[in-house]
């Protein structure tokens, strides 16, 4: 286990998740983000088939603390399980150096405080609404351990390898007006 891996000489966003949610946050064309100054620091956490696991997940924590980033959002979420300590432990350690941890608070329609990592401590923990009727955004995850909620249906967006604006809904891309 690298604490600090280094960054993927080719980074391959093999579904536009990623490409939705830093769209949202920095696009300066077209479309504006939501803040189109940003600068990005990308860490991979997902294979092309979606596979992941903790020591991927905790080595992009330690290198967006290496690299100084001050905000991590966390658009991605564990269905019923609970923040094990190592995730605690690197939050509490981003949090120490001042570093805010964003992250969705998930899409199955339920407690909010099931899904790791919006439910560690520390960790900013966003619900989806929907703007036009003032509502919370149906798929979203809700209850008492949602700190806030922002747009997170039909956000414009980046498409993924063409200039096109996509709209991206559910609780990442609320996840990531909040970053």
């Known amino acids: 286990f690298n604490p600090v891996p280094k960054p993927d000489k080719y980074p391959d966003d093999c579904q536009g998740h990623g490409t939705h949610v830093a ?11 939501v803040a189109p100054q940003v600068t990005f620091g990308a860490y991979r956490v997902f294979g092309c088939d979606g596979s992941t696991d903790t ?3 905790l080595a992009a924590l330690e290198r967006a603390k290496h690299d100084g980033m001050d905000v991590v959002n966390m658009s991605l979420g564990v269905d019923n399980t ?8 690197a939050v509490n350690n981003l949090n120490a150096k001042g570093i805010s941890v964003v992250a969705s608070a998930g899409n199955e329609m339920a407690a909010s405080n099931a899904n790791a990592p919006a439910n560690c401590a520390g960790v900013i923990n966003v619900g989806s609404v929907n703007v ?27 498409a993924w390898f063409t200039d096109q604006t996509v709209y991206f809904s559910g609780t990442s891309a609320a996840a990531s007006i909040v970053s």
Do not use: F, H
């Open 23 to 33: 769209g949202i946050v920095g696009a300066n064309g077209t479309i504006k983000g």
């Open 55 to 57: 020591d991927i997940i």
């Open 82 to 89: 609970a923040c094990i300590a190592p995730l605690q432990d």
């Open 132 to 158: 036009q009727s003032g509502m919370i955004a149906d798929v979203s995850n809700r209850g008492s351990r949602v700190d806030i909620a922002a747009s997170g249906e039909a956000v414009p967006t980046l």
